[in-house]
């Protein structure tokens, strides 16, 4: 994110190094505009030139701009860690219940096996 702040006041400073002149000219009746002057063209004067207070103004609405998305995005971190943990309890209490169920079963299946093994082992009696 501080290389993009980097880049954002280097291109702030080098906009207005960065124009140069440009030509308005009428070729074949169509509207052109060029770096070089034609013949029956006119100088092309773009309509607003930028003082230093625009921009250090525009500096420092970037630089706000900036930080308020750099505030958004880990306000959007935070919520989504809280969402992430939030699932992982989740996914931790339905492995917890599924362990219980499997426990259940297991107790209902040697409770069975218990009961089949005494049912084995008592004497029968048989009365004449």
């Known amino acids: 994110m501080n290389m993009m702040r980097w880049i954002a006041l280097l291109f702030l400073l080098l906009v ?12 074949n009746g169509k509207t ?21 207070a625009q921009r250090s103004a525009a500096l420092e609405r970037l630089k706000n ?9 880990q306000e959007a971190q935070e919520e989504l860690d809280k ?3 939030l699932n992982a309890e989740v996914i931790k209490a339905r ?5 219980a169920v499997q426990q259940k079963r297991q107790a209902e299946a040697l409770e069975k096996r218990n009961q089949i093994e005494l049912k084995k082992r008592r004497p029968v009696y048989l009365y004449r």
Do not use: D, M, W
């Open 16 to 27: 207005n190094v960065a124009h140069g002149k440009a030509y308005k000219c009428k070729v």
């Open 32 to 52: 052109v505009y060029q770096q070089r002057p034609c013949k029956t063209g006119v100088e092309f004067r773009f309509k607003k030139e930028v003082t230093p």
């Open 65 to 73: 701009e900036i930080e308020q998305r750099e505030k958004r995005r």
């Open 83 to 85: 969402r992430r943990l």
């Open 95 to 99: 492995a917890a219940q599924e362990s």
